[in-house]
């Protein structure tokens, strides 16, 4: 969650911390629409290993995909020799350290392409914008616009938090299976930022639940006090993504919130558009 900084002064707090499979198409050589088939092949099985965890056996790809074994074999003996994918003892096939790289790029170009429409957030509501990703057990920071007040909220982007206590980190987890969040909330602990934090799996959960209902996600006091954020995830996004805006609870109020959750909704809609035209073919 941000800190509250004002014009003249910036106050920093430490760290505390897929696209839907294609469908495999018949024959080989270059697609109608211009794409080369053994690229979508590839690309298809490395989403379907991510969805699957990471690691996966040539049947479970060969079932899930429809495709032959001898062609995913042929497929993961390439994206190995890459560095793409290893092969595990176990013979199974997992994600290679390769995609890191890749992964880290993109998601700062994920930040890069969302500066305008949290720009557009920070016109409308006047309070600092941010986007924030899930990765692994922590929510990461990777755009902010912050507010034209001479108070306003300053989080650095690249800063990593347990996502408990922040309203990112809540909308983000509310897309998560309740298990799931129950074995992160075991890595993580729940520590207690301020008074107001959560530190109870069970209630938790709960607000999760509340969360899923209402469509947005609430930080009130619970990263720092006299801190509110209201937060949604950006639907269909690449990669789980969640924008929010931050300011003094003296500003964010529940009164003000009525106004600015369907502001904060719209340009999610408008921000998964985009990226979902950034990945169409020209």
């Known amino acids: 969650m941000p800190s509250i900084s004002s014009s003249s002064s910036v106050n920093t707090s430490p760290a505390t911390s897929g696209a839907a499979p294609g469908?495999?198409?018949?024959?080989?050589g270059a697609q109608g629409g211009g794409g080369v088939q053994s690229l979508e092949r590839a690309f298809?099985?490395?989403?379907?290993?991510?969805d699957a965890g990471g690691e996966v056996g040539l049947s479970e790809l060969s079932a899930s995909?429809?495709?032959?074994?001898?062609?995913?074999?042929?497929?993961?003996?390439?994206?190995?020799?890459?560095?793409?994918?290893?092969q595990q003892p176990n013979r199974r096939y997992a994600l290679g350290p390769?995609?890191?790289?890749?992964g880290e790029s993109a998601s700062r170009l994920l930040?890069?392409?969302?500066?305008?429409?949290?720009?557009?957030?920070?016109?409308?509501?006047?309070?600092?914008?941010?986007?924030?990703?899930l990765d692994g057990d922590e929510v990461v920071?990777?755009?902010?616009?912050?507010?034209?007040?001479?108070?306003?909220?300053?989080?650095?982007?690249?800063?990593?938090?347990?996502?408990?206590?922040?309203?990112?980190?809540?909308?983000?987890?509310a897309q998560v299976p309740s298990e799931e969040v129950r074995a992160l909330l075991g890595r993580t602990g729940m520590p207690a930022a301020t008074e107001r934090t959560i530190t109870e799996p069970?209630?938790?959960?709960?607000?999760?639940?509340?969360i899923r209902r209402a469509g947005y996600a609430v930080d009130d006091n619970e990263q720092e006090v006299g801190v509110r954020c209201l937060a949604v995830c950006v639907p269909d996004s690449p990669t789980a993504a969640a924008i929010s805006i931050s300011g003094p609870a003296g500003r964010v109020t529940e009164s003000a919130q009525d106004k600015i959750i369907p502001v904060l909704q719209d340009v999610a809609?408008?921000?998964?558009?985009?990226?979902?035209?950034?990945?169409?073919?020209?």
Not at 119 to 132: C, F, I, K, S, Y
Not at 269 to 282: D, E, I, K, N, V
């Open 23 to 28: 469908t495999a198409k018949a024959g080989g």
């Open 44 to 50: 298809d099985l490395l989403e379907r290993m991510a």
């Open 65 to 86: 995909s429809g495709l032959p074994l001898p062609t995913i074999h042929r497929l993961m003996r390439t994206l190995v020799s890459c560095g793409y994918v290893r």
């Open 98 to 102: 390769r995609l890191i790289r890749l």
């Open 111 to 133: 930040g890069t392409w969302a500066r305008p429409y949290l720009a557009q957030l920070v016109e409308a509501t006047g309070e600092t914008a941010n986007m924030a990703l």
């Open 141 to 173: 920071y990777v755009a902010q616009v912050p507010s034209r007040h001479s108070m306003r909220m300053f989080t650095e982007v690249g800063r990593r938090v347990l996502p408990h206590s922040t309203g990112v980190g809540k909308a983000l987890l």
């Open 202 to 210: 069970d209630a938790f959960i709960a607000e999760l639940e509340r």
């Open 269 to 282: 809609r408008q921000l998964s558009a985009a990226l979902a035209s950034t990945g169409s073919a020209s």
